[in-house]
C-alpha cells in the first residue's frame, strides 16, 4: 500500500483516501479539499473505487423522450435561457394532443422506450386541471411508458396556484399516473447565491421539502445541482452536504446528477463554459460526497458525449439517455445534439471499461449487454 500511496500527488488528499477506503463520512472542509485540488487522478481513482461498491462494473442507461409541454415561465432563473414571457416570439405551448403525438412518433421511432421525462415551464394560465390532464392522457394513451415528470418548483407553483398542499397536489398526481420526480429545480441551494441567481424560485429548503414528501408517499426521485456559473466551491460542497442530509431521512433519492451551467442567451454575467477538468472533477466529488446515493448520473447533453464518457471512469454509473428532443440546454449553447442511439450508448459504456446495462426508471434491470455481444 506504502508504493500505492507514493502515487497520490496531493499529499493533502491522503487523509480523504484513508477514510474512503474505511468507508467514513467526508466532512465539509474534505469537498472543499477535493475542489480545491487538481489531483485529478486520485479524486477519480477514489470516485471509481466508491462507484464500483455499489455498482460493480455496471453502467445504466436507460431508453426514454424528453417532452417538454410548454416554454411560457413566470419564472426569472438568470440561468435560463428556454423561457419566454407569454406572447413573445417563439413562446408555446403544447395541447394534450400534440404532447400524445410527440409521444407517439417517437415510440414508433425508437420502439423501445420505457420512460418519458416531463419538465416545461410555470404556465401563467395553468393550473392543478392542465398539469393533471397532460399526465393523465399520458398514462391512459401509453400504460407502458413510466412517467417521470414536473420538477419540485413545478409542483410547488400548482399547489401555491390550486390552494392545496404539496401532498395532496403529488397524491393527485399519483393517482394519474406520476411515477417518480426528475431533479430539475435543485440550481444551488447556498441563500445568497440563488437570491442572486433565480430569486423568485423556491428556497433550496423549499426543494427538499416537496422531495422528502414525495418519498413519504412512496415516490422515488432524482436530484440535481447546476454548477459552473456564480458559486463558489464552498456553495457546491452546502449544496452536496443537504441533499446527502435529506436523503438520511428519507432514503427517497435515486440518482444525483451534476448539471454543467450553459452560458449563451441567459443572464448570468461573465458566463463562460465550464471546463472539462471541473466537469470530471464535480462528478468524482460529487459520487464520493453523496455516500447515500445510489448512482450519479453523467448527462450527456450537458457535458458533450466525450466528457460523459470519462465521467464513467469518475464515479458515473448512469449514462442519460437517448433523450431525443431536448430544449433547456439547447436554447443556452447545447453543444452535444439532442439524441443518442442506444448502441452509442452501449459502445461509449464498454469501451470505459464497463458493462452497460439498459435499466427502467426504477433501475430494475431490463438488459445486461454482457462482452461477448
Ligand atoms: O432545472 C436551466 C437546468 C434543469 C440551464 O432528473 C440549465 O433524471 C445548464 O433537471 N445551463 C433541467 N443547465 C434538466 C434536469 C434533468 C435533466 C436530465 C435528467 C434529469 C433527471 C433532470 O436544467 C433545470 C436547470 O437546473 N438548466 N438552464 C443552463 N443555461
Redesign the pocket.
Known amino acids: 500500500m506504502g508504493k500505492v500511496l507514493d502515487f497520490v500527488r496531493d499529499k493533502e488528499l491522503l487523509p480523504i483516501a484513508e477514510k474512503v477506503f474505511e468507508g467514513e463520512r467526508l466532512s465539509f472542509e474534505d469537498g472543499v479539499k477535493l475542489f480545491r485540488s487538481s489531483d485529478i487522478h486520485t479524486i477519480g481513482f477514489l470516485a471509481n473505487l466508491v462507484c464500483e461498491r455499489r455498482s460493480g462494473k455496471f453502467v445504466y442507461f436507460n431508453v426514454n423522450l ?1 417532452v417538454t409541454p410548454t416554454n411560457i415561465c413566470v419564472g426569472t ?1 438568470k ?4 423561457r419566454k414571457k407569454k406572447g413573445e416570439e417563439g413562446a408555446y405551448q403544447l395541447t394534450v394532443e400534440e404532447i400524445l403525438e410527440k409521444v407517439s412518433s417517437h415510440k414508433e421511432k425508437n420502439p423501445g422506450i420505457t420512460e418519458v ?1 416531463i ?1 416545461g415551464g410555470l404556465h401563467p394560465d395553468w393550473g392543478l386541471g392542465e398539469y393533471l390532464s397532460i399526465v393523465k392522457a399520458v398514462r391512459e394513451a401509453f400504460p407502458d411508458v413510466y412517467i ?1 415528470a414536473y ?1 419540485a ?1 413545478e409542483i410547488k407553483y400548482i399547489a401555491d396556484k390550486s390552494g392545496l398542499s404539496v401532498e395532496e397536489v403529488l397524491k393527485k398526481l399519483i393517482d394519474a399516473g406520476l411515477g417518480s ?7 444551488i441551494f447556498a441563500e445568497g447565491i440563488r437570491e442572486r441567481l433565480c430569486p423568485d424560485k423556491i428556497t433550496g429548503d423549499e426543494y427538499l421539502e416537496v422531495h422528502k414528501t414525495a418519498h413519504r408517499l412512496g415516490l422515488k ?4 445541482m ?1 454548477f459552473g456559473h456564480i458559486e463558489s466551491y464552498e456553495d457546491r460542497v452546502d449544496h452536496l452536504l443537504r441533499l446527502r442530509e435529506a436523503q438520511d431521512e428519507t432514503g427517497g433519492f435515486q ?1 444525483f ?1 451534476p ?6 442567451n ?1 443572464q448570468v454575467e461573465n458566463a463562460s463554459y465550464t471546463t472539462g477538468f471541473d466537469e470530471i472533477k464535480t462528478v468524482a466529488v460529487s459520487r464520493l460526497m453523496l455516500d447515500n446515493f445510489p448512482h450519479v ?1 453523467a ?1 450527456w ?2 457535458l458533450g458525449e466525450k466528457i460523459a464518457q470519462l465521467a464513467l471512469q469518475f464515479g458515473a454509473d448512469d449514462i ?2 437517448t433523450v431525443v428532443e431536448e430544449d ?2 439547447q ?3 447545447g453543444r452535444a445534439g439532442q439524441y443518442i442511439s442506444k448502441n452509442r450508448l452501449i459502445r461509449l459504456i464498454k469501451e470505459a471499461g464497463k458493462v452497460p446495462v439498459e435499466r427502467d426508471t426504477l433501475y430494475n434491470v431490463i438488459k445486461v449487454y454482457w462482452e461477448e455481444e
Open positions: 424528453h432563473c440561468f435560463c435561457a428556454f421525462h419538465v417521470k420538477t418548483e420526480l426528475p431533479g430539475g429545480g435543485g440550481e426521485s432524482n436530484a440535481t447546476l440518482t446528477i448539471l454543467a451551467f450553459h452560458p449563451l441567459t448520473k448527462y447533453i450537458m442519460d439517455g433547456i440546454t436554447a443556452a449553447g
